[in-house]
Nanobody, 122 residues
Framework: QVQLVESGGGLVQAGVSLRLSCVASGRISNTYVMGWFRQAPGKERDFVAA????????LYADSVKGRFTITRDNAKNTVFLLMNSLNPEATAVYYC???????????????WGQGTQVTVSS
């Protein structure tokens, strides 16, 4: 069973950058996709970005394109989310997720971390 642990959240001011990390343990397959999701207060959980562990291809939600970057370090079983030019609308709990497969996607994730809080003040 894969376990995912996020870190890097916190309270920041608008305009700054923040990098989230997610370490995966217990993975035995090389075919996986990792994604980041976020859930703002009172709202549903939304897809943010995904990356294929197979070929590194990425997918982004339109709302974060050009500002957020997802990367991976396969040797360290870690995926990162670099968030630039943060605004208060980015305030949410950010979740790391994983699913089997080779293609980046926003659907079908079945393993989730506990989440890390990101709060952006204006």
């Amino acid at each position: 069973q894969v376990q995912l642990v996020e870190s890097g959240g916190g309270l920041v001011q608008a305009g700054v950058s923040l990098r989230l990390s997610c370490v995966a343990s217990g993975r035995i397959s090389n075919t996986y996709v990792m994604g980041w999701f976020r859930q703002a207060p009172g709202k549903e959980r939304d897809f943010v970005a995904a990356i294929s562990g197979y070929d590194g291809m990425t997918l982004y939600a339109d709302s974060v394109k050009g500002r957020f970057t997802i990367t991976r370090d396969n040797a360290k079983n870690t995926v990162f989310l670099l968030m630039n030019s943060l605004n208060p609308e980015a305030t949410a709990v950010y979740y790391c997720a994983e699913r089997r497969g080779v293609s980046e996607t926003s659907q079908g994730y079945d393993m989730w971390g506990q989440g890390t809080q990101v709060t952006v003040s204006s």
